[in-house]
């Protein structure tokens, strides 16, 4: 569970964040919605304490997690799952290996230099069958800097999904694609984590894909929260406005 | 960058340093009996000795092929052997170096990163060839002085610069890792390290490449090299050898060159998977099908045995002279080097002063100054030859097609640009050191000899990189005038030069670093300068004059080293440049 306490976040003396007050239950679905500069990425980076509040209080789990650090912080983040709008992923590696790396915090160095160099065949097939379900499965010995865009957003889902996370952030993951691929992209990380029971948080622009795919569609704007329901609670001319 | 400011001060710069050397062009005329050597020199270009030319060697129980193959052997061996502890250096310098590496911040580890950053330029700005004399005069000709006086300055180079390439953009990757609870050595590892390895590997390549140019010039100081065989072939006067020699060295060098490049490119594009037909996709079939390359695995097991067999060949690597021999002769050197009225006093150091004080009055200031301008005056030069060829050796340019827009007439277009891309490989290929040995030989004792040397190997470099610029310009702008009737040399003057202008003047400025560094040795064959004085000090076993010297050069490289990064830094900035390779 995440909870948001009249949270604040400047930056150089510029509000980014300010009075958030939010509470997501765990395997919930929300999409954060907002024009360029609402807020949305500054939110998200708070959620898996990327970031530190200004003011207020971030809590995971009833956890404060400005008050942790070092070991205790690592673990924590080890159940978040991150899909950075640039997808973070490593261009001169395999997909098998980009998609271990979701598994940094468990496996240790050594546990993580051995995935990079000598994978187990066990590793293999369970990497094999996350990639099936994000329909790449043929791709998994192919570098990613040689799979096309929709491919690359694909091996950072399932690098999120091999975290086997409880919460999966995700911080505008289909702005540099077509509609149909935004689509079927949204659709496929809201079906697997609906499957699994995660929490998914994500930022987007396109508000039908909010109002089709997700439970919950929060609207930001200057650094608040004006809006927050269910798609068809939240009036339509409101989330177009948003997003003009 | 104010342009007309920077040629002026170039221009400006150029006719002081040629002031400072004495460099008249008359001198660029070489002398009757300069003209005749050259002309017997080059006239034995066209006929390589497979023999030795002294007809009672013939007879000798080793060929001529047999003694060309053990200084070929012995170069190649002397620059792996070093390069493999230059990479151990490198690895662990240039980790510590980089900010990457350092999860947190504290005073402490900022200051631990940049002495590791120090050390490593320190230890780079000391030439080869220097600390070849160094080790030489301090423990005695062995093959280890040689691989210790390459693995020192190269170690520091790749330190230097492999910090920068691991800070280079740090990746999203590592801030992933690191953010779903991975450590900070984990996100280093992989979301860091994997990133920089094509540009790592890249780069040690290309070091390679130097250090084999590199292990040859060591034979000039007594090392069984390469260069210790043309320098003698020289002294008896046996030209075809010489030749000999000079082919196999560019031979070899341009292999490597040509490897290095195709191995580059296969680390930084991959090897696209094999497509599945009816094999199915199960996993075996899927791992089967994964591009790999049976160059890059060949390569590798060839450099690792090649390597191994560097190291373990030797069976002499203190050349048979004992541990207590060699632990007296450094006694005695560490002894010397301290200068002798610091001595005489019993080792009072306020003597230090005046005795520097009066080294530079005598001398060493106008080494300094003179060595400065050597270094300056010859990248000037190469820089206006590059940025004339670039013109006509940029393929871009020269195709029937230039910019996209038909043309034809490319007939003497490409056999320019041909000459001119042969022409500097050649000269890149070609050691400094061994064209200014061979320059001297022609127009007899003048500087022009020495700046000739540097501006021939650098502007080779120059050229290759400004095509390469010019080649990857996306100019719209070029393929108008093109189409609009202009020439190739007015889209070149009016579009692709002045877009490209920042990163011709950092490819300068990179270089001019280079040239420094090899100025403080070049003096080492007559012409009088920092290389002459370290010379001149090691013949009469002044060790502490050798070191002042030595330090002098290593300060002036250092300073050129810190400016030009700082140039080049500002010009990344303003033009968003990246770093040649």
Same mark, same amino acid.
């Given at each position: 569970?995440?909870?948001?306490?009249?949270? #604040?976040?400047?930056?150089? #003396?510029?509000?980014?964040?300010?009075?958030?007050?939010?509470?997501?239950?765990?395997?919930?679905?929300?999409?954060?919605?907002?024009?360029?500069? &609402?807020?949305?990425?500054?939110?998200?980076?708070?959620?898996?304490?990327?970031?530190?509040?200004?003011?207020?209080?971030?809590?995971?789990?009833?956890?404060?997690?400005?008050?942790?650090?070092?070991?205790?912080?690592?673990?924590?983040?080890?159940?978040?799952?991150?899909?950075?709008?640039?997808?973070?992923?490593?261009?001169?590696?395999?997909?098998?290996?980009?998609?271990?790396?979701?598994? &940094?915090?468990?496996? #240790?160095?050594?546990?993580?230099?051995?995935?990079?160099?000598?994978?187990?065949?066990?590793?293999?097939?369970?990497?094999?069958?996350?990639?099936?379900?994000?329909?790449?499965?043929?791709?998994?010995?192919?570098?990613?800097?040689?799979?096309?865009?929709?491919?690359? !957003?694909?091996?950072?889902?399932?690098?999120?999904?091999? !975290?086997?996370? !409880?919460?999966?952030?995700?911080?505008?993951?289909?702005? &540099?694609?077509?509609?149909?691929?935004?689509?079927?992209?949204?659709?496929?990380?809201?079906?697997? &984590?609906?499957?699994? #029971? !995660?929490?998914?948080?994500?930022?987007?622009?396109?508000?039908?894909?909010?109002?089709?795919?997700?439970?919950?569609?929060?609207?930001?704007?200057?650094?608040?929260?004006?809006?927050?329901?269910?798609?068809?609670?939240?009036?339509?001319?409101?989330?177009?406005?948003?997003?003009? | 960058?104010?342009?007309?400011?920077?040629?002026?001060?170039?221009?400006?710069?150029?006719?002081?340093?040629?002031?400072?050397?004495?460099?008249?062009?008359?001198?660029?005329?070489?002398?009757?009996?300069?003209?005749?050597?050259?002309?017997?020199?080059?006239?034995?270009?066209?006929?390589?000795? /497979?023999?030795?030319?002294?007809?009672?060697?013939?007879?000798?129980?080793?060929?001529?092929?047999?003694?060309?193959?053990?200084?070929?052997?012995?170069?190649?061996?002397?620059? %792996?052997?070093?390069?493999?502890?230059?990479?151990?250096?490198?690895?662990?310098?240039?980790?510590?170096?980089?900010?990457?590496?350092?999860?947190?911040?504290?005073?402490?580890?900022?200051?631990?990163?940049?002495?590791?950053?120090?050390?490593?330029?320190?230890?780079?700005?000391?030439?080869?060839?220097?600390?070849?004399?160094?080790?030489?005069?301090?423990?005695?000709?062995? +093959?280890?002085?040689?691989?210790?006086?390459?693995?020192?300055?190269?170690?520091?180079?790749?330190?230097?610069?492999?910090?920068?390439?691991?800070?280079?953009?740090?990746?999203?990757?590592?801030?992933?890792?690191?953010?779903?609870?991975?450590?900070?050595?984990?996100?280093?590892?992989?979301?860091?390290?994997?990133?920089?390895?094509?540009?790592?590997?890249?780069?040690?390549?290309?070091?390679?490449?130097?250090?084999?140019?590199?292990?040859?010039?060591?034979?000039?100081?007594?090392?069984?090299?390469?260069?210790?065989?043309?320098?003698?072939?020289?002294?008896?006067?046996?030209?075809?050898?010489?030749?000999?020699?000079?082919?196999?060295?560019?031979?070899?060098?341009?292999?490597?060159?040509?490897?290095?490049?195709?191995?580059?490119?296969?680390?930084?594009?991959?090897?696209?998977?094999?497509?599945?037909?009816?094999?199915?996709?199960?996993?075996?079939?899927?791992?089967?099908?994964?591009?790999?390359?049976?160059?890059?695995?060949?390569?590798?097991?060839?450099? %690792?045995?090649?390597?191994?067999?560097?190291?373990?060949?030797?069976?002499?690597?203190?050349?048979?002279?004992?541990?207590?021999?060699? /632990?007296?002769?450094?006694?005695?050197?560490?002894?010397?080097?301290? +200068?002798? +009225?610091?001595?005489?006093?019993?080792?009072?150091?306020?003597?230090?002063?005046?005795?520097?004080? *009066?080294?530079?009055?005598?001398?060493? *200031?106008?080494?300094?100054?003179?060595?400065?301008?050597?270094?300056?005056?010859?990248?000037?030069?190469?820089? @206006?030859?590059?940025?004339?060829?670039?013109?006509?050796?940029?393929?871009?340019?020269?195709?029937?097609?230039?910019?996209?827009?038909?043309?034809?007439?490319?007939?003497?277009?490409?056999?320019?640009?041909? *000459?001119?891309?042969?022409?500097?490989?050649?000269?890149?290929?070609?050691?400094?050191?061994?064209?200014?040995?061979?320059?001297?030989?022609?127009?007899?004792?003048?500087?022009?000899?020495?700046?000739?040397?540097?501006?021939?190997?650098?502007?080779?470099?120059?050229?290759?990189?400004?095509?390469?610029?010019?080649?990857?310009? +996306?100019?719209?702008?070029?393929?108008?005038?093109?189409?609009?009737?202009?020439?190739?040399?007015?889209?070149?003057?009016?579009? %692709?030069?002045?877009?490209?202008?920042?990163?011709?003047?950092?490819?300068?400025?990179?270089?001019?670093?280079?040239?420094?560094?090899?100025?403080?040795?070049?003096?080492?064959?007559?012409?009088?300068?920092?290389?002459?004085?370290?010379?001149?000090?090691?013949?009469?076993?002044?060790?502490?004059?050798?070191?002042?010297? @030595?330090? %002098?050069?290593?300060?002036?490289?250092?300073?050129?080293?810190?400016?030009?990064?700082?140039?080049?830094?500002?010009?990344?900035?303003?033009?968003?440049?990246?770093?040649?390779?």
């Amino acid at each position: 569970m995440l909870e948001f306490q009249s949270v #604040g976040l400047s930056y150089g #003396g510029v509000k980014a964040l300010s009075g958030v007050n939010l509470l997501i239950q765990p395997g919930e679905q929300v999409c954060l919605i907002g024009p360029s500069g &609402a807020g949305k990425s500054s939110l998200l980076g708070l959620m898996n304490g990327r970031l530190l509040a200004s003011e207020g209080e971030v809590l995971l789990n009833g956890e404060k997690l400005a008050e942790l650090s070092g070991k205790r912080l690592r673990e924590r983040r080890a159940g978040i799952a991150w899909v950075p709008q640039d997808l973070g992923l490593v261009a001169n590696l395999r997909v098998n290996q980009n998609v271990a790396c979701g598994l &940094a915090a468990r496996k #240790g160095l050594l546990g993580l230099l051995r995935s990079l160099l000598v994978m187990g065949r066990g590793e293999k097939k369970e990497i094999a069958n996350l990639l099936r379900r994000v329909g790449i499965e043929e791709k998994i010995f192919s570098r990613v800097d040689h799979l096309s865009g929709g491919q690359q !957003q694909r091996v950072a889902i399932a690098r999120a999904l091999y !975290q086997e996370p !409880q919460i999966i952030l995700a911080d505008e993951p289909v702005s &540099a694609v077509d509609p149909e691929r935004a689509k079927s992209l949204v659709h496929l990380l809201t079906s697997l &984590a609906g499957e699994e #029971g !995660q929490t998914l948080v994500m930022s987007l622009h396109d508000v039908s894909l909010a109002r089709r795919y997700f439970d919950r569609v929060i609207g930001m704007r200057e650094g608040r929260i004006i809006m927050d329901g269910k798609p068809d609670e939240v009036g339509l001319e409101d989330l177009y406005r948003l997003d003009e | 960058m104010r342009r007309r400011w920077f040629f002026l001060a170039a221009f400006s710069l150029f006719l002081l340093g040629l002031w400072v050397l004495g460099a008249r062009l008359g001198d660029l005329i070489p002398s009757e009996s300069g003209r005749k050597a050259a002309a017997e020199f080059l006239g034995a270009a066209l006929h390589p000795a /497979m023999d030795f030319e002294n007809p009672e060697m013939q007879d000798r129980e080793h060929s001529f092929i047999e003694k060309l193959g053990r200084a070929l052997w012995l170069t190649l061996r002397y620059a %792996l052997a070093a390069m493999s502890l230059a990479l151990l250096m490198g690895m662990v310098g240039g980790v510590l170096g980089s900010r990457a590496w350092w999860s947190r911040s504290t005073v402490f580890l900022e200051s631990l990163r940049v002495g590791v950053r120090l050390l490593a330029t320190a230890l780079r700005s000391v030439h080869e060839v220097m600390w070849a004399l160094l080790f030489l005069s301090a423990i005695g000709t062995s +093959p280890l002085a040689a691989v210790c006086a390459l693995a020192l300055p190269y170690g520091g180079t790749l330190a230097k610069v492999f910090s920068e390439l691991l800070d280079e953009g740090e990746s999203s990757a590592a801030e992933v890792i690191r953010v779903t609870g991975g450590s900070g050595f984990a996100a280093f590892l992989a979301g860091g390290f994997t990133r920089a390895l094509p540009d790592l590997a890249t780069y040690a390549l290309y070091r390679l490449e130097c250090a084999i140019r590199s292990s040859a010039v060591l034979g000039f100081v007594g090392i069984p090299t390469l260069g210790y065989e043309i320098k003698t072939a020289y002294e008896d006067g046996h030209y075809r050898e010489i030749w000999t020699y000079l082919y196999v060295l560019l031979i070899g060098v341009v292999f490597f060159e040509w490897w290095g490049a195709r191995v580059r490119s296969l680390l930084t594009r991959g090897v696209a998977a094999r497509e599945l037909g009816e094999e199915g996709s199960s996993l075996k079939a899927l791992w089967r099908a994964r591009g790999r390359s049976w160059f890059l695995r060949v390569s590798l097991l060839l450099l %690792l045995l090649t390597v191994s067999g560097a190291w373990l060949v030797e069976d002499q690597w203190g050349a048979g002279v004992s541990w207590e021999q060699r /632990m007296k002769n450094l006694d005695r050197f560490t002894g010397e080097i301290v +200068p002798h +009225p610091v001595r005489e006093a019993g080792g009072d150091w306020g003597e230090f002063s005046g005795w520097l004080a *009066a080294k530079m009055a005598d001398g060493g *200031a106008e080494a300094l100054w003179r060595t400065f301008h050597l270094g300056t005056v010859a990248i000037l030069l190469a820089g @206006v030859v590059a940025l004339v060829g670039v013109r006509f050796a940029a393929r871009s340019l020269v195709s029937s097609h230039p910019r996209g827009v038909r043309e034809g007439g490319v007939f003497w277009q490409k056999s320019w640009a041909l *000459a001119l891309r042969a022409g500097a490989m050649l000269g890149r290929a070609m050691p400094e050191y061994i064209l200014a040995f061979l320059l001297l030989r022609i127009f007899g004792p003048t500087v022009w000899a020495l700046i000739l040397a540097l501006a021939i190997h650098n502007g080779g470099i120059l050229l290759r990189l400004g095509a390469e610029v010019i080649d990857n310009t +996306p100019s719209r702008a070029s393929s108008v005038i093109l189409a609009q009737g202009g020439t190739r040399t007015s889209a070149f003057l009016l579009t %692709l030069l002045p877009f490209s202008f920042n990163r011709l003047v950092l490819f300068l400025f990179y270089r001019w670093e280079s040239c420094i560094r090899e100025a403080t040795v070049l003096g080492m064959l007559g012409v009088a300068s920092l290389g002459f004085l370290i010379s001149d000090a090691k013949v009469a076993f002044y060790y502490d004059e050798m070191l002042l010297w @030595v330090a %002098l050069g290593a300060f002036l490289v250092f300073l050129g080293d810190i400016s030009s990064d700082l140039v080049r830094a500002k010009l990344r900035e303003n033009g968003s440049v990246k770093r040649p390779s």
